[in-house]
Nanobody, 118 residues
């Protein structure tokens, strides 16, 4: 069984910063990638940033403001210069294998609310 637990969300004024954290625990054989997605009310879930052993990718709307990093089974999202349109529930994602003999799969955290006031 695998769990992803996020923390670090909250309420911040526009221009402020927040740092999200996510820890994966349980039976983990290998992690291919970890990342952050977000979903605002009435909108579809969208990619924010991902990180693998060799690369990071960012959505255009966060480039230069957000930084993703990873330490083993933990992934972080440093969010600077926050805007009201960044308000959303942020979800941690991990693509990983729990054993050698099965294919990798996507796992999700429960989400953490980020609210940016104007």
């Amino acid at each position: 069984q695998v769990q992803l637990v996020e923390s670090g969300g909250g309420l911040v004024q526009a221009g402020g910063s927040l740092r999200l954290s996510c820890t994966a625990s349980g039976t983990i054989f290998s992690i291919n990638a970890m990342g952050w997605y977000r979903q605002a009310p009435g909108k579809q879930r969208e990619l924010v940033a991902t990180i693998t052993s060799s690369a990071t990718t960012y959505a255009e709307f966060v480039k230069g403001r957000f930084t993703i990093s990873r330490d083993n089974a933990k992934v972080y999202l440093q969010m600077n210069s926050l805007k009201p349109e960044d308000t959303a529930v942020y979800y941690c994602n991990a693509n990983m294998k729990t054993t050698l003999w099965i294919k990798s799969d996507d796992y999700w955290g429960q989400g953490t609310q980020v609210t940016v006031s104007s």
